[in-house]
Structures are given as C-alpha cells and as structure tokens.
C-alpha cells in the first residue's frame, strides 16, 4: 500500500540527464508503492507559456518525458493521458506548442486531452465548501490513475502553488473564475475532491520566484515525490520559506480531514539537507506578493469587496500583480517608467484624485465612495482576465503589452488555434 506520510527529496541537478529523472522516478514509485495502470492521467502544470518570458512556469517537458517513459515502459499501464487546461482565454493546446510538448506526442502509449476541448460531465462534492458541484473533464473523471507533475512556485494569492493548487486546472473556463475572488482559498480545497492523485511528481529543478505565471527561476536540483498532494504541499510550503499552516487551502484541506493532517505525520526522505535548501532559498525573491513594495508609480487603492471586510485578494487584485509581472517579464523596467495612474479595486472608502490621468476601476463591483477628481474607466469582469488586462491597460499606463507587442508569426497563429480549439470543444460536447 502507498505510504501517505512519505515525501522523497531526491537530488537532480538540472534537465540534462533523462536517465537520471527516469531512475528517480522509477525509485520514487518502488518505494511508496506507487502502482499505475490501465488509462493514467498524467497532469501537468501548464499556465502559461513563451519562448523568450515565459520559460518557467511550466513543468519542464524533459520532466514530463521521463515520466512518460517511466509509465509506458509498465506492461498493466495502457496509456498515458496528457491532460491539462491552461490559463482561461488562451487554448491549451497553444501554450502546449510554445512550452515545447509537441514532441511528446509521439512517445508509447501517449494520448493528448486538452480539458477545454473534452466532454464534461457533473460531479458532486461531499466535502464541498463554496462548491458543492461541478463539472470535469470526462477524461479526467474516467481516469483510472492519476499522477500529478506540478511546478514548485510561488503564487502571489495564494503563497504556494504546487500539487494542490495545480487542480485549478481541472477547471472549465466558466466554473474556473466562479469562486476566484475572496472565496479562491476555498475553492482549491474543494477541488481536491476530484483532483486527488495517486502520485506526485514535482518538478523543483528549477522552482519559481517572484509570481507564478512569469517566475524567476531559482536552482534548487531536486524533484519531489509523494502519494498525498497535503504532504507535498506540507514540504514544498517549508522549502519557500512557509509554514504549512500559512498556506490557507492547505489548512482548509487539512481541517476537513484529508490526511496527513499534521506535520508530525509526514516523513520527509531527502538527499538534500535542509541546511542545503535553506542556503539555496535564502534570497527568495516574493516580489508581486505585495503591490505597495513595487518599484512604480503606479497608485493602488484596495477597498474592500462588496459585503466583506477584507479586499479580493483572490480577483482582480491577483490580476493586477499577474498582470504586471507579465509587463516587467516582457519589457523590464516598463512599470517602473509607467503613468502614475490611480488603479483602484473593490469598493474604495476614500477621495480619489487622478492628477490629471484617467482612473481605472478594475472589476465589475469597483467604485468610490468619497470624491472623484478625474475621468474614470472601467475594465470590466469578475475577476478581470490577465489576457483582457493585459490588452487594455496598457494604453493608459504608457507601456508596451506583452500581447500587442508579439511577433507576426504568433499573432497570425493565436486566433487559428483558438479556432481549432473551438472546433474540437464543439465536436466532443455536441456530437459524442
């Protein structure tokens, strides 16, 4: 039987030697007594991709290569399902070109779902919180074993993103936004209902800084492995610098009885020290955690969502930071020279003067209760996509958009895969 308290730390310097992932892989699933078969679902982590500043977030594909050679190289395990659902507004199959996964279709027994594409199918949760039902991929449902390749990052919302967070993937596009607002913590918890793998492999070769969708990468060679996503996480919330109870969905997850729920149940067998981890991640950098420590100026007035007493860390003010790091990773420097533009969220108690700029109200629900000196615009959605930010924003801030700026090959490229990609949805869900 699976040991559900283990996590194995195993050293692994860089991507460069397969052989080696594969032997760790191997290891890691003789001695927690991971056994795949039949239809494995292999997901993978996969927000965003680009070729020149958007290298990191991804699961690196030499990782996800020695799994599925690992996996198919087993006689009871009859395919290997690369499914996954990239961020919202952007079809999967798109960022799987540019993350450098086309080659992967041609390895043994390998099958490709892209969960926005797939048929999906209602289920309800018996532990749900916010949600108490919702709809998944077919595939995913079906799926007879799971294994999880999540990226270790840091997430400017949440702290941590790592197996259990890698469920907001398992998401349609609609439901995905439904709850990712002040109830986002929540919402992660809810999923691992479904999104519960039988085994985890996290890439933390290189692990992310900074934010989740553009990080900075940092060296730490190792790949994690475990039978619980509550235990990898546990582990991959004290590598960042957290303890695990600092990691709400976590705590969430553990309070409703998913196991182990505590650290003194986890056994953690490691090749590195964690003197070695600590001395690696001592300079960890968490820039975009908090909007007021950028280096802009750009003014941000963060009021409370409607009915609560706390701003919406989990809606547009999530888009925000994803948004301007997305900004810096494209054209570094471009938020620091941007208009000083107030930028407000939720609902404001206070004056606003725009000092002779446009203010930007973000989200359907934003407004000011004091004085408004100045012309408003609105951005809207709830929460506002980074795609849609990303678009507009820049006009007002005097920077260049990563998205309008790209090169014409991918411009031309991006609406023909977005067609296709509605061609295949349209197939699977009106005509199977």
Same mark, same amino acid.
């Given at each position: 039987m699976a040991d559900q308290s283990r996590v194995m730390i195993r050293a692994c310097p860089d991507y460069d030697d397969l052989d080696r992932? /594969?032997?760790?892989? %191997?290891? #890691?699933?003789?001695e927690l007594g991971a056994k795949p078969f039949g239809k494995v679902l292999l997901k993978y982590n996969m927000v965003f991709a680009h070729e020149r500043f958007g290298l990191h977030?991804?699961?690196?594909? *030499?990782? !996800?290569?020695?799994i599925i050679d690992v996996l198919a190289a087993r006689p009871e395990v009859e395919k290997v399902i690369l499914g996954e659902r990239t961020g919202v507004y952007v079809p999967t199959r798109y960022h799987f070109i540019r993350a450098g996964y086309e080659f992967l279709k041609q390895k043994?027994?390998?099958?490709?779902c892209f969960f926005d594409e797939d048929q999906l199918v209602e289920v309800a949760l018996a532990k749900g919180g916010f949600h108490k039902s919702l709809r998944f991929s077919r595939t995913l449902v079906e799926a007879d074993y799971k294994l999880y390749a999540p990226k270790l990052k840091h997430h400017v919302t949440t702290r941590l993103t790592c197996a259990l967070k890698l469920n907001m993937g398992i998401c349609d596009q609609k439901e995905r936004l439904?709850?990712?607002d002040w109830h986002l913590e929540e919402k992660i918890a809810d999923l691992y209902e479904v999104g519960h793998p039988d085994f985890v492999v996290v890439d933390a070769v290189d692990i992310g800084q900074q934010n989740e969708i553009f990080p900075k990468p940092l060296r730490l060679g190792?790949?994690?492995? #475990?039978? %619980?996503?509550?235990?990898i996480d %546990?582990? #991959?919330? *004290?590598? !960042?610098?957290?303890?695990?109870?600092?990691i709400e969905h976590l705590r969430i997850v553990r309070s409703r009885g998913w196991e182990p729920v505590s650290d003194d149940q986890i056994e953690i067998s490691s090749e590195l020290s964690w003197d070695e981890i600590k001395e690696k991640t001592k300079d960890f950098d968490y820039s975009?955690?908090? +909007?007021?420590?950028?280096?802009?100026?750009? /003014?941000f007035l963060l009021g409370d969502h409607p009915g609560g007493n706390e701003p919406c860390w989990g809606g547009c003010i999530n888009t925000l930071k994803g948004a301007l790091a997305g900004f810096e990773a494209y054209a570094a420097g471009s938020i620091k020279r941007a208009r000083p533009l107030a930028l407000v969220v939720g609902e404001y108690d206070g004056d606003v003067d725009g000092q002779g700029h446009p203010i930007l109200l973000i989200g359907n629900c934003t407004k000011v209760k004091g004085k408004v000196q100045g012309k408003t615009r609105r951005i809207w959605g709830c929460p506002v996509g980074i795609p849609i930010f990303?678009? +507009?924003a820049p006009y007002y801030l005097g920077i260049p958009s990563p998205l309008l700026g790209e090169e014409p090959a991918q411009i031309y490229k991006f609406p023909s895969q977005v067609a296709l990609s509605y061609f295949h949805k349209m197939i699977n869900r009106a005509f199977r």
């Open positions: 992932i /594969r032997g760790i892989v %191997s290891e #890691g699933m003789e977030p991804y699961t690196n594909p *030499r990782v !996800l290569e020695a043994p027994k390998v099958e490709i439904l709850g990712h190792a790949i994690l492995m #475990g039978t %619980s996503s509550v235990a %546990s582990v #991959g919330a *004290r590598i !960042l610098g957290f303890a695990p109870d600092q975009y955690s908090d +909007l007021g420590k950028l280096d802009t100026p750009i /003014r990303t678009v +507009l």
